[in-house]
């Protein structure tokens, strides 16, 4: 059984920073890639950023250079340290497999608010 439990989203303000967490079962960490996603109101889910089995990293566009994801194998969390934020990074970020199974799994999420 797939479980997801993302935790340290908050309120911050614009160039602050936060580093969110993602407590995964060893049925998804140890077999996937995984990833963050986030949704802001109104929007879409979004990827934000990728690390694959071997520690290798992707980014979107927006985020490249201010956040970073990493993970412990051994206590199979999965991390996102976001600086500089903007306002724009304001929506709950999930943490997931990637690519997403289907039926896709999914975490509650956290909120991050960030005020200008």
């Known amino acids: 059984q797939v479980q997801l439990a993302e935790s340290g989203g908050g309120l911050v303000q614009a160039g602050g920073s936060l580093t969110l967490s993602c407590a995964a079962s060893?049925?998804?960490?140890?077999?996937?890639?995984m990833a963050w996603y986030r949704q802001a109101p109104g929007n879409q889910r979004e990827l934000v950023a990728i690390?694959?089995?071997?520690?290798?990293?992707n980014y979107a566009n927006s985020v490249k250079g201010r956040f970073t994801i990493s993970k412990d194998n051994a206590k199979r969390t999965l991390y996102l340290r976001m600086n500089s934020l903007q306002p724009e990074d304001t929506a709950v970020y999930y943490c997931?497999?990637?690519?997403?199974?289907?039926?896709?799994?999914w975490g509650p999420g956290t909120q991050v608010t960030v005020s200008s």
């Open positions: 060893a049925s998804i960490f140890s077999s996937s890639a």
């Open positions: 997931a497999a990637f690519p997403l199974p289907t039926p896709p799994a």
């Open positions: 690390i694959s089995r071997g520690g290798g990293t």
